[in-house]
């Protein structure tokens, strides 16, 4: 106990001189910036210092043993635990996507919120305490030893199919981690958006390759502290700026009201009502031409190409030809091609023609219908939300690695703690932004824009962040005039507010650690399953140690080389991907997790039906309901959106375990002896605990 006492000490030093100099590192770039240092060398600085801070502690932390290795020799103290479990889940889409999801839905989104918080209630009571009973490496270990025969069982089927699952849901949210670390490193370093994926991978390389969750776990309490100061400092200068309160939890109350009345006057402006009215007439055009297709798509290349030529006979300028063959370059193909770009700008037009929504008013709607149906999805989403989180193997992971039972439950409330810091300033964020943004920006003079909106324009010219373009000529800035990206949203709040840029670097760096703390245990949750699980477990189980470790290291790079490309494709927005992640983990992971621990009757067969027809179903909702991924809305069952598919996959999982347990014959009764150890009283737990293998 004295032991472990000094060590807690000892982590509380190091980590207190760590704060203290980050806020000593944070005055002296605010005094750099008044003499004059351009902005480029700020983000620059930002990116190096946190990039060496992560490197120089993986370095420290380096090793070859497998328990540190993969559970960080089971010894992180709770608070610090908390703290790390906290930075893990804090992940892009917390950070940089939920404050724009926010923004841009109102009350709808606080289902994210609600879901994630509600979450790792359910880790806490259904898994987390469990798992530390049973004192293996990771979840598909769990799995096959209760649906296979008892610890140490290679678990067949079962570890298998734990191992896919692992690899498929770790792999769609890493790929989200990524995709915010190219889109922060092009922002402040001005490096392409591809190059800026490969040097944020180089950080994430440095603490999961030397250190695995050793290495993680101290990285990611340094980073939890960066996320934090990076998210409280804008929010509190705007809570103090609209509400004269620095606590924003409490200001933004005042705030909502004044929001309120300024989305009234919007909503009756006549000159917001003039270019909504200018949108419905694009959509209309855009229904009016594939409705006279193909023959509309011909003409329409014609009167591309005429116009191009015309502009190259005349000699016209430069800047008018180019836009005369980017216009030509980006009209479809062919009519199959203009059925999908026209109906999707009819889509757009459509919906920025739609007047504001009030950010505070519960499931607005034009009917009763279209208001349930909006509430049915609120609740679907937070439920397939809250039964993923409890189900995520790079969160799961983290029960290893506390010394006790008692310490991962404790580990459990630091970690709820740590996060309700960021999740209940989120909301308060969203609103005093919004606020800004409808007061200060609609309204202001179109040749006089903030130096802002051009910086974030920039970062992607295809597809821009955010654009603000004069639809009806008038010199002002209309809101329906507006689109931003939610994803920029938080990116952007210094510079919405008028804070001098370091500490728009700060955001960034914030923005920075949160998706590579997740990064970090995802990839090791992967590489991890297929080096432990698979390589050790059934491939070659006399493999020494080192070389374990050693086959988890080369499969970490692999898997994290495949998704910087995966991402630098840009395949969808963060909080998409993110959604995609938790319905797939509900439906598969979930059902058996839960069974295992709380029905002695679940036995192999079930669990291997159960993660397969819950993974099927939520797959073929999926694919059957995006249209991105071919399918169609119109298919939805009763109007459930795709994101929200494990609503579907979790009961299908469950309902194939029950069914197929009751159909086959009772567990062996090594496995329903596990069931009563892990739910036995906690005292005999660790020196009872099944010796890993």
Same mark, same amino acid.
């Given at each position: 106990?004295?032991?472990?006492?000094?060590?807690?000490?000892?982590?509380?030093?190091?980590?207190?001189?760590?704060?203290?100099?980050?806020?000593?590192?944070?005055?002296?770039?605010?005094?750099?910036?008044?003499?004059? %240092?351009?902005?480029?060398?700020?983000?620059?600085?930002? /990116?190096?210092?946190?990039?060496?801070?992560?490197?120089?502690?993986?370095?420290?932390?380096? @090793?070859?043993?497998?328990?540190?290795?993969?559970?960080?020799?089971?010894?992180?103290? $709770?608070?610090?635990?908390?703290?790390? @479990?906290?930075?893990?889940?804090?992940?892009?889409?917390?950070?940089?996507?939920?404050?724009?999801?926010?923004?841009?839905?109102?009350?709808?989104?606080? &289902?994210?919120?609600?879901?994630?918080?509600?979450?790792?209630?359910?880790?806490? =009571?259904?898994?987390?305490?469990?798992?530390?009973?049973?004192?293996?490496?990771?979840?598909?270990?769990?799995?096959?030893?209760?649906?296979?025969?008892? &610890?140490?069982?290679?678990?067949?089927?079962?570890?298998?199919?734990?191992?896919?699952?692992?690899?498929?849901?770790?792999?769609?949210?890493?790929?989200?981690?990524?995709?915010?670390?190219?889109?922060?490193?092009?922002?402040?370093?001005?490096?392409?958006? *591809?190059?800026?994926?490969?040097?944020?991978?180089?950080?994430?390389?440095?603490?999961?390759?030397?250190?695995? /969750?050793?290495?993680?776990?101290?990285?990611?309490?340094?980073?939890?502290?960066?996320?934090?100061?990076?998210?409280?400092?804008?929010?509190? +200068? =705007?809570?103090?700026?609209?509400?004269?309160?620095?606590?924003?939890?409490?200001?933004?109350?005042?705030?909502?009201?004044?929001?309120?009345?300024?989305?009234?006057?919007?909503?009756?402006?006549?000159?917001?009502?003039?270019?909504?009215?200018?949108?419905?007439?694009?959509?209309?055009?855009?229904?009016?031409?594939?409705?006279?297709?193909?023959? *509309?798509?011909?003409?329409?290349?014609?009167?591309?190409?005429?116009?191009?030529?015309?502009?190259?006979?005349?000699? $016209?300028?430069? @800047?008018?030809?180019?836009?005369?063959?980017?216009?030509?370059?980006?009209?479809?193909?062919?009519?199959?091609?203009?059925?999908?770009?026209?109906?999707?700008?009819?889509?757009?037009?459509?919906?920025?023609?739609?007047?504001?929504?009030?950010?505070?008013?519960?499931?607005?709607?034009?009917?009763?219908?279209?208001?349930?149906?909006?509430?049915?999805?609120?609740?679907?989403?937070?439920?397939?939300?809250? %039964?993923? @989180?409890?189900? =995520?193997?790079?969160?799961?992971?983290?029960?290893?690695?506390?010394?006790?039972?008692?310490?991962?439950?404790? *580990?459990?409330?630091?970690?709820?703690?740590?996060?309700?810091?960021?999740?209940?300033?989120?909301?308060?964020?969203?609103?005093?932004?919004?606020?800004?943004?409808?007061?200060?920006?609609?309204?202001?003079?179109?040749?006089?824009?903030?130096?802002?909106?051009?910086? +974030?324009?920039?970062?992607?010219?295809?597809?821009?962040?955010?654009?603000?373009?004069?639809?009806?000529?008038?010199?002002?800035?209309?809101?329906?005039?507006?689109?931003?990206?939610?994803?920029?949203?938080?990116?952007?709040?210094?510079?919405?507010?008028?804070?001098?840029?370091?500490?728009?670097?700060?955001?960034?760096?914030?923005?920075?650690?949160?998706?590579?703390?997740? &990064?970090?245990?995802?990839?090791?949750?992967?590489?991890?399953?297929?080096?432990?699980?698979?390589?050790?477990?059934?491939?070659?189980?006399?493999?020494?140690?080192?070389?374990?470790?050693?086959?988890?290291?080369?499969?970490?790079?692999?898997?994290?080389?495949?998704?910087?490309?995966?991402?630098?494709?840009?395949?969808?927005?963060?909080?998409?991907?993110?959604?995609?992640?938790?319905?797939?983990? $509900?439906?598969?992971?979930?059902?058996?997790?839960?069974?295992?621990?709380?029905?002695?009757?679940?036995?192999?067969?079930?669990?291997?039906?159960? /993660?397969?027809?819950?993974?099927?179903?939520?797959?073929?909702?999926?694919?059957?309901?995006?249209?991105?991924?071919?399918?169609?809305?119109?298919?939805?069952?009763?109007?459930?959106?795709?994101? *929200?598919?494990?609503?579907?996959?979790?009961?299908?999982?469950?309902?194939?375990?029950?069914?197929?347990?009751?159909?086959?014959?009772?567990?062996?009764?090594?496995?329903?002896?596990?069931?009563?150890?892990?739910?036995?009283?906690?005292?005999?737990?660790?020196?009872?605990?099944?010796?890993?293998?």
């Amino acid at each position: 106990m004295n032991a472990a006492h000094n060590y807690f000490q000892r982590l509380s030093r190091y980590y207190l001189w760590y704060t203290a100099c980050f806020i000593a590192f944070l005055l002296a770039l605010g005094l750099l910036e008044r003499e004059g %240092m351009p902005r480029l060398w700020i983000g620059y600085l930002f /990116m190096f210092a946190t990039i060496v801070l992560y490197a120089t502690i993986g370095v420290i932390t380096r @090793t070859s043993n497998v328990s540190e290795y993969y559970v960080a020799g089971r010894r992180v103290p $709770a608070l610090f635990n908390g703290m790390a @479990t906290a930075a893990d889940w804090i992940s892009a889409a917390s950070f940089i996507s939920l404050t724009g999801s926010l923004y841009l839905r109102g009350f709808d989104g606080l &289902a994210y919120i609600m879901g994630w918080t509600g979450g790792y209630c359910l880790v806490a =009571l259904l898994i987390a305490p469990y798992l530390r009973k049973f004192a293996q490496y990771t979840v598909p270990d769990f799995l096959a030893a209760r649906y296979g025969g008892g &610890a140490g069982s290679r678990g067949g089927p079962v570890r298998v199919i734990a191992v896919g699952a692992t690899i498929i849901i770790s792999f769609t949210y890493v790929v989200a981690q990524i995709y915010a670390v190219g889109l922060i490193a092009s922002r402040f370093t001005g490096v392409d958006f *591809s190059v800026g994926i490969f040097l944020g991978l180089a950080s994430i390389l440095v603490c999961s390759f030397l250190g695995g /969750m050793r290495a993680i776990t101290w990285t990611q309490v340094a980073q939890y502290i960066i996320i934090l100061v990076a998210f409280l400092i804008p929010t509190m +200068w =705007l809570s103090t700026k609209h509400a004269g309160n620095p606590v924003p939890q409490i200001a933004y109350g005042s705030v909502l009201p004044k929001l309120a009345q300024r989305e009234a006057q919007l909503v009756h402006d006549p000159r917001e009502q003039d270019v909504r009215d200018r949108f419905l007439q694009r959509a209309a055009d855009y229904q009016r031409r594939l409705a006279g297709l193909p023959a *509309s798509w011909a003409a329409g290349k014609r009167e591309v190409q005429r116009k191009l030529d015309a502009a190259r006979l005349r000699n $016209a300028s430069l @800047t008018e030809i180019r836009a005369a063959e980017r216009e030509l370059a980006a009209y479809p193909k062919n009519p199959e091609d203009a059925v999908r770009v026209w109906t999707e700008l009819k889509a757009s037009n459509l919906a920025r023609a739609r007047p504001p929504e009030p950010h505070a008013t519960p499931f607005p709607g034009a009917s009763d219908e279209a208001s349930d149906i909006r509430r049915n999805n609120f609740l679907a989403l937070a439920l397939c939300l809250m %039964m993923g @989180t409890a189900a =995520l193997p790079h969160i799961l992971m983290r029960s290893y690695t506390t010394p006790s039972v008692n310490e991962t439950r404790v *580990s459990v409330f630091w970690t709820l703690f740590f996060i309700l810091l960021i999740y209940l300033t989120i909301p308060a964020l969203a609103v005093l932004a919004k606020y800004d943004i409808y007061t200060f920006l609609v309204g202001s003079d179109y040749h006089h824009l903030p130096s802002w909106i051009s910086y +974030w324009a920039n970062v992607d010219r295809v597809n821009p962040l955010i654009n603000v373009t004069d639809i009806n000529g008038d010199g002002i800035v209309q809101l329906a005039e507006i689109a931003i990206d939610g994803d920029v949203l938080v990116l952007a709040t210094p510079e919405i507010g008028g804070l001098p840029y370091v500490v728009s670097g700060l955001v960034a760096a914030g923005g920075l650690a949160a998706a590579l703390s997740t &990064a970090d245990g995802l990839l090791l949750a992967i590489s991890n399953a297929l080096s432990h699980d698979i390589y050790y477990k059934i491939v070659d189980p006399g493999a020494s140690t080192q070389k374990r470790v050693t086959i988890s290291k080369l499969l970490l790079l692999a898997v994290a080389f495949i998704a910087a490309y995966a991402a630098s494709q840009k395949p969808a927005d963060i909080l998409s991907l993110v959604g995609a992640a938790f319905s797939l983990a $509900a439906s598969t992971l979930f059902p058996p997790l839960v069974a295992g621990v709380f029905w002695k009757r679940a036995n192999h067969v079930g669990a291997v039906s159960g /993660m397969v027809v819950g993974f099927v179903v939520c797959l073929f909702y999926m694919l059957h309901t995006n249209p991105s991924l071919g399918g169609s809305l119109a298919a939805a069952w009763w109007n459930i959106a795709p994101i *929200s598919a494990g609503v579907f996959g979790v009961p299908a999982g469950f309902a194939a375990i029950v069914i197929g347990s009751l159909l086959t014959a009772p567990p062996h009764r090594s496995s329903a002896g596990l069931v009563d150890y892990i739910r036995a009283p906690e005292q005999a737990a660790d020196s009872q605990a099944p010796t890993p293998q």
